[in-house]
Nanobody
Framework: QVELVESGGGLVQPGGSLKLSCAAS????????MGWYRQTPGKQRELVAE???????TYADPVKGRFTISRDDAKNTVYLQMNSLKPEDTAVYYC???????????WGQGTQVTVSS
């Protein structure tokens, strides 16, 4: 079993920055990837960014060039640095972990990010 605990959400003005953190505990010695999804009311969750153990990274088109995903393997923590935030980035952000390529096996509890003046 894996537990994911997120932190770092909040309210920020357009153009501002936030950094989300997600600490994993439990069975973390072997997995495929960690990343972030986001969800707004009435919409499906959408992938934001994923970082795989083989070193490759994926970003959703709306966040390319503005968001950066990184990992600290010593701390079993994945980060999402979000710069140049826009109101349309407002959402609940969920950290996830995949044991194998394919479906998500574990989710964090979600953290609210609100971009508003």
């Amino acid at each position: 079993q894996v537990e994911l605990v997120e932190s770092g959400g909040g309210l920020v003005q357009p153009g501002g920055s936030l950094k989300l953190s997600c600490a994993a505990s439990g069975r973390t010695f072997s997995f495929y990837s960690m990343g972030w999804y986001r969800q707004t009311p009435g919409k499906q969750r959408e992938l934001v960014a994923e970082k795989r153990n083989i070193g490759t990274t994926t970003y959703a088109d709306p966040v390319k060039g503005r968001f950066t995903i990184s990992r600290d393997d010593a701390k079993n923590t994945v980060y999402l640095q979000m710069n140049s935030l826009k109101p349309e980035d407002t959402a609940v952000y969920y950290c996830y972990l995949k044991l194998l390529s394919g479906h998500v096996d574990f989710w964090g509890q979600g953290t609210q990010v609100t971009v508003s003046s």
